[in-house]
């Protein structure tokens, strides 16, 4: 199992719906290690609870075939090819991001990102909001307030998750009030004075409030490395998205290349840590009481409201980043075309990333 996880964190590309699907087409289908009953658990879980879900689900699996030994190491050889490749990246950018080519390249990989997450945005929305208005209404208020403030705050999630519940579930207005209050009061500014440990706290935050796509984690990083913190540059930032673009695995390591922006090796160790340790202790711990209640009204209420406002901020985050990416008539058809690209044939990003890559490098 741990084998079959380190070979996926190597070559699966695609985000983590491509991931899932590799996922149940080997360990299901051909293998049979996995029942398809649960799998769809595994699959209900990672949708349901906070964490990326490519990694949320591989540390469910592993689980599921050898208990918490079995989730650590499923989640471990998952995650850690991306992180080296990552790690390797993140040192040529720091030596040599000064060189024209650096830029060159990212020149044209900025745009096309813009046109994977628009891409992803399409997708996203049609399989989490369908036709159900209230939902869609939910993820407008959020993409409308991230473009707005440059920012992602976490209460929001939590009233996207509760405002269902209030309108369909009456019995339940009571959990929705108090989950939004709770959450509102624990989240205010961070002000840490030790510098690690004020990167990881916010990592943990922000790997707590990944719904569904590991793109969900972007507005939220946006307002915090960017605009609060001014940790990174609005062009390190994007050059960190698409890094994740780049690179298989979980999209969500895009944060393990902004921790070694910040503070070298270390961030970057504290940073990965501070967003995949929580998801970890979720499956641990959520597993046996998830395997129970998971099919309950309320509770698909809640994550359905949650996931159609991570779908609204991803949207926001998508119009800040395209500002900055899309400065001239090239980069704008670059994005373009690569989303016309996704939209009609079924193309690795990862083909569509290099071309740009290189059309940036012919264009400077």
């Not at 990552?86 to 720091?94: F, K, M, N, R, T």
């Not at 030596?95 to 813009?114: E, K, S």
């Not at 298989?248 to 944060?255: F, Q, S």
């Amino acid at each position: 199992m741990a084998l079959y996880f380190l070979k996926l964190g190597a070559t699966g590309f695609g985000g983590p719906i491509a991931l899932a699907g590799a996922m149940q087409r080997t360990l299901v289908e051909e293998r049979q290690w996995i029942s398809p009953d649960e799998y769809v658990e595994g699959l209900a879980l990672a949708q349901l609870a906070p964490g990326p879900l490519a990694a949320q689900l591989a540390m469910y699996l592993g689980y599921v075939r050898g208990g918490t030994i079995g989730a650590t190491l499923s989640g471990v050889a998952f995650i850690l090819p991306s992180f080296l490749m990552v790690w390797a990246l993140a040192i040529a950018y720091v030596r040599y991001g000064g060189l024209w080519w650096m830029h060159a390249l990212f020149y044209g990989i900025g745009a096309a990102v813009i046109g994977v997450i628009a891409r992803s945005i399409f997708k996203l929305a049609r399989l989490t909001l369908a036709r159900d208005r209230l939902l869609w209404a939910i993820a407008a208020l959020l993409a409308i307030t991230t473009a707005a403030t440059g920012r992602e705050n976490a209460w929001l999630f939590i009233l996207g998750g509760a405002v269902p519940l209030m309108v369909r579930a009456p019995n339940h207005r009571l959990f929705a009030v108090v989950s939004f209050v709770s959450v509102a009061v624990a989240s205010p500014p961070q002000a840490i004075p030790v510098p690690l440990a004020s990167l990881g706290w916010f990592f943990t935050r922000a790997g707590l409030f990944v719904f569904g796509s590991g793109l969900a984690v972007v507005p939220f990083l946006y307002g915090g490395v960017v605009q609060e913190r001014h940790w990174l540059t609005d062009q390190q930032f994007l050059d960190a998205v698409a890094v994740a673009m780049i690179t298989p695995g979980p999209v969500v390591i895009t944060v393990a290349f902004i921790g070694y922006l910040v503070r070298g090796t270390a961030g970057m160790i504290v940073a990965a840590l501070g967003v995949f340790l929580p998801v970890y202790l979720i499956v641990v711990v959520a597993a046996p009481w998830f395997r129970r209640y998971h099919t309950r009204p309320a509770v698909k209420m809640f994550a359905g409201g949650v996931t159609a406002a991570a779908t609204g901020a991803i949207a926001g985050a998508a119009l800040l980043l395209g500002r900055r990416a899309l400065v001239d008539v090239w980069t704008i058809a670059i994005a373009a075309g690569t989303f016309a690209v996704l939209w009609r044939w079924r193309v690795s990003e990862l083909w569509l990333i290099a071309a740009a890559g290189v059309l940036g490098l012919w264009l400077r």
